[in-house]
């Protein structure tokens, strides 16, 4: 007789953590079932080398909502952050620009470029955080329901009451962000070509599309959503890595009974007369529930965990052709040094260390990056998001060293030419450090130690289908009420006693904690009319 709960979750990772800190929280028994030897998912804090740790794949926080932190009393679980410093961009041509949050050193760096441009940053800031409030307001709501009803009604009439705040400019703004692309947004709002490069080419971070695409100025609400520490906008590092945030989701559901086990992988979701009554694990073990919540992506759960026999072919074709694959290629440092940024003073480069650092292309650039890898190709101007989480930890490398993780863009999880990833990686790494050491020219220097990881290994080891670190694009088709499919749009799915929970659903990839709170709120609903 399997070992009976009221509801298993299956992935340890954020969401996963989150939604079994709730079951459990509202007295329901819960087993969270991890594969890996260790929780966490992609927000996990390793050692990679000896006495230099990093977060593994995932890498800033922001975007976790307060309300998960305070119902949950994260911080009384240890959890703490650090806010970065600025920002620091590093531009293709060799230019630096040092934001730091001071308005008039700001306006001068800016005042380089153009004389009109601070003001239309400021103007496009103010307007990002009015229309950013609408999408704020649904983050923890599941969308609109399609198949309508009153709640779908009461879901729209919210939204249109929020939007009726907004005046007509602020209205063709939010139209603007879902209709245009962010080069020709950009192209509207600055007149320098660089503040152009700046803000266009950063929507590539949670985003694989070109950016003459409509649509791809989507991920400008994700930088108007982050909050740290109740202040707007601001981005940092959790102490002690992403880790942190998941080993205090799992105390938070250990003190409320959630039991967690790891080197646990599920081979398959039971369906019986239709329904998901259980589990069984690789190793055969076997358990029952009467609601199972999956933290896999929609792809991995459907088609491998429940099998298309228990699918009709309409949704499982539509989950098949989910766009995956954020083309992503992750790499963590161990350094023997403090990295020097060309360009800066000392003063400077100890407050950029601390910054959001990224590397941009120029717009054309990237645009042929984004070809090249829709081709299978490898790119020669990558778009890299740089972190030297240690100069704002010290807890994270040896004294006087440090560790840096970089997020490097677009590399694909499908190659053309016959090309391998795991023949491929150490030279593609290769390349990418030599570009970053055009701005860090000691970094060839004080590496000690490097961790690559594919695509390909982002999918093997953390079980991200084709390396997709948010569960399938954030395209217009593939977000809200669609995502994934209107018939699982609502956390339920089309197998009565399944869930998503995972960045697969609303409202999406990143570290929020949303999709698990929101899951975990239907199951209790759920369970209770039952």
């Not at 703490?80 to 920002?87: D, I, K």
């Not at 009803?149 to 939007?163: T, V, Y």
Request: one cysteine or more; charged letters at 20%.
């Amino acid at each position: 007789m399997p070992a009976s709960y009221d509801a298993i979750v299956i992935g340890g990772g954020h969401n996963g953590l989150t939604a079994a800190a709730y079951l459990g929280k509202s007295g329901l028994r819960t087993l969270v079932l991890e594969r890996r030897h260790v929780i966490g998912g992609a927000a996990v804090t390793e050692e990679f080398h000896p006495g230099y740790r990093n977060s593994l794949a995932s890498y800033t926080v922001s975007l976790l909502r307060p309300e998960v932190i305070a119902d949950l009393e994260l911080k009384r679980h240890g959890l703490s952050f650090v806010p970065y410093r600025g920002a620091l961009e590093l531009l293709g041509d060799g230019t630096t620009v040092l934001l730091t949050g001071d308005e008039e050193r700001d306006q001068a760096a800016i005042a380089r470029f153009s004389n009109r441009d601070w003001d239309r940053l400021k103007r496009l800031r103010a307007r990002l955080a009015r229309v950013g409030e609408l999408a704020r307001d649904q983050i923890l709501r599941p969308p609109p329901d399609l198949a309508g009803g009153w709640g779908a009604a009461w879901s729209a009439l919210r939204i249109a009451g929020k939007a009726r705040s907004l005046d007509v400019e602020d209205r063709l703004f939010l139209t603007q962000l879902f209709t245009l692309s962010a080069d020709e947004l950009m192209g509207r709002w600055f007149e320098s070509e660089t503040m152009r490069q700046i803000m266009a080419v950063h929507c590539v971070s949670s985003n694989y599309a070109s950016m003459r695409q409509p649509g791809s100025a989507i991920p400008y609400f994700l930088n108007v959503l982050g909050e740290l520490d109740g202040r707007r906008g601001k981005w940092g590092v959790a102490r002690g890595g992403m880790g942190a945030i998941t080993q205090a989701m799992a105390a938070a559901g250990r003190a409320h009974g959630v039991e967690i086990r790891t080197d646990a992988p599920v081979a398959r979701v039971v369906v019986e007369g239709g329904r998901a009554i259980g589990v069984v694990l690789e190793s055969g073990e076997s358990f029952a529930a009467r609601a199972v919540l999956a933290n896999t992506d929609p792809k991995r759960t459907f088609l491998k965990l429940v099998g298309r026999e228990h699918l009709d072919a309409e949704f499982a074709d539509h989950i098949e052709r989910l766009r995956m694959g954020h083309a992503s290629l992750r790499m963590n440092l161990a350094l023997s040094g403090t990295p020097r940024f060309a360009g800066l003073s000392a003063a400077d480069n100890a407050i950029g260390l601390g910054c959001a650092i990224t590397m941009l292309p120029s717009r054309r650039d990237m645009e042929q990056t984004w070809r090249t890898a829709q081709d299978g190709g490898i790119p020669d101007a990558p778009y890299v998001n740089i972190q030297v989480a240690s100069a704002l930890d010290d807890s994270l490398a040896p004294p006087g060293h440090h560790v840096m993780s970089l997020l490097c863009k677009y590399y694909p999880y499908q190659l053309a030419d016959g090309l391998q990833w795991d023949a491929i990686k150490e030279r593609v790494a290769d390349s990418i450090l030599a570009a970053v050491a055009r701005h860090v020219p000691n970094l060839p220097a004080i590496t000690v130690a490097r961790q690559v990881l594919s695509p390909l290994d982002l999918e093997r080891i953390l079980g991200l289908t084709e390396g997709d670190i948010f569960h399938g694009r954030h395209d217009l088709d593939q977000i809200l009420s669609l995502r994934p499919h209107p018939r699982a749009a609502g956390y339920a799915t089309p197998v009565p006693g399944l869930y998503l929970c995972g960045s697969g659903s609303h409202p999406g990839g990143g570290v929020s904690g949303a999709p698990g709170h929101n899951a975990a709120r239907r199951v209790i609903k759920d369970l209770r009319r039952r």
